[in-house]
T-cell receptor, first 114, second 113 residues
Framework: GENVEQHPSTLSVQEGDSAVIKCTYS??????FPWYKQELGKRPQLIID?????GEKKDQRIAVTLNKTAKHFSLHITETQPEDSAVYFC?????????????FGQGTRLTINP | ETGVTQSPTHLIKTRGQQVTLRCSSQ?????VSWYQQALGQGPQFIFQ???????GRGNFPPRFSGLQFPNYSSELNVNALELDDSALYLC????????????FGPGTRLTVT
């Protein structure tokens, strides 16, 4: 079945610097790759996503890149701010007969140091 | 915040008991998925319901079952609770057949003692 590996497990950056989180997936048929931000005690919040027919997508300070050949995708956060501190999860989704099963990575705890 | 709600917020049960968790999907969303999130882990897919039918299931035993109602709200039932069932249970809704984006509810924290 699908497997998603996420690295690093923890990441600490200075405020204003960039942060990059990387994920690899196993099933080449995966067609949708969302990123979720989860603050302590809160629900996972969809922050950006990309479909398999697109190589890059950007939304203000956040961007996601996808390399289908290598089966990996990355989250880039620029000009980091203290409120970016949270756990970030990548996921890969394989749609089969209408069912969209998200397989999540293990998460990255991002800490922004002021 | 999304329009997905869950109840109850917290629940404490004893091993062997049964539990029912509830989810109200975002308006217009006809598909609900349930996930189990153990402490420090990513969410794990339990199953998905589309138009009141289960149409996808993860690696969870049959004692995990569900329902979806005509108004697209949903229930997750867990029988014969085990200590390892202690986790945050999340539901997520989307518009099946049209969109990929899934929006999560706040979750139910289940503790099995």
């Amino acid at each position: 079945g699908e497997n998603v590996e996420q690295h690093p497990s923890t990441l600490s950056v200075q405020e204003g610097d960039s942060a990059v989180i990387k994920c690899t997936y196993s099933d080449s048929a995966s067609n949708y790759f969302p990123w979720y931000k989860q603050e302590l005690g809160k629900r996972p919040q969809l922050i950006i996503d990309i479909r398999s027919n697109v190589g890059e997508k950007k939304d203000q300070r956040i961007a996601v890149t996808l390399n289908k050949t290598a089966k990996h995708f990355s989250l880039h956060i620029t000009e980091t701010q203290p409120e970016d501190s949270a756990v970030y999860f990548c996921a890969a989704s394989l749609g089969i007969q209408g069912a969209q099963k998200l397989v999540f990575g293990q998460g990255t705890r991002l800490t922004i140091n002021p | 915040e999304t329009g997905v709600t869950q109840s109850p917020t917290h629940l404490i049960k004893t091993r062997g008991q049964q539990v029912t968790l509830r989810c109200s999907s975002q308006s217009g969303h006809n598909t609900v998925s349930w996930y189990q999130q153990a402490l420090g882990q990513g969410p794990q897919f339990i199953f998905q319901y589309y138009r009141e039918e289960e149409n996808g299931r993860g690696n969870f035993p049959p004692r995990f079952s569900g329902l979806q109602f005509p108004n697209y709200s949903s229930e997750l039932n867990v029988n014969a609770l085990e200590l390892d069932d202690s986790a945050l249970y999340l539901c997520a809704s989307r518009i099946g057949g049209k969109t990929y984006e899934q929006y999560f509810g706040p979750g139910t924290r289940l503790t099995v003692t």
